[in-house]
């Protein structure tokens, strides 16, 4: 159901609705942690303008959203999310193919991610999509996991 998804590069004119959607998508892991997990707190006047964020749009409303910073040797994605209202439908799985797309773009071979080890669902999801945990960093009294794939 996700086919029909519209991608734009987000600019400074943005940051104001990536922050909206971004603690819309991340309000549901604050009971889990006991705390707003990272991306609630980030500062997206200086992510638009430093990182790579391609907004998802579905018949013209913001769907969700990809976060990329490129980095020497690889892409690390910063943030996926999904409006709630959308989430199970496919658009998380399009968000990190799109991400998938922009490394191999940029002549990369290696992509990475990380997300709390409290979330259980970002963990099978991204597993599910063939990341390998690369690693785990204690992290604010909880667990960060590491993720790398290899793109061929």
């Not at 009971?31 to 430093?50: C, K, Q, S």
């Amino acid at each position: 159901m996700s086919a029909d998804l519209d991608f734009h590069r987000a600019g400074p004119d943005d940051a104001a609705m990536v922050r909206e959607l971004t603690r819309k998508a991340y309000m549901k892991w604050c009971a889990v942690i006991g705390r707003e997990p990272l991306p609630m707190t980030a500062d997206y006047g200086h992510a638009v303008r430093h990182h790579v964020i391609d907004l998802a749009f579905r018949d013209g409303r913001l769907v969700g959203l990809v976060e990329m910073i490129p980095r020497a040797d690889d892409l690390l994605i910063e943030n996926v999310c999904v409006d709630p209202d959308e989430q199970g439908g496919g658009i998380g799985h399009r968000l990190v193919a799109h991400a998938e797309m922009e490394t191999r773009r940029r002549g990369h071979r290696v992509i990475r991610l990380y997300t709390n080890k409290l979330f259980a669902a970002n963990l099978s999801f991204y597993e599910a999509q063939g990341y390998a945990i690369e690693r785990e960093e204690a992290f604010k009294g909880g667990i960060l996991v590491h993720f790398r794939k290899s793109l061929a």
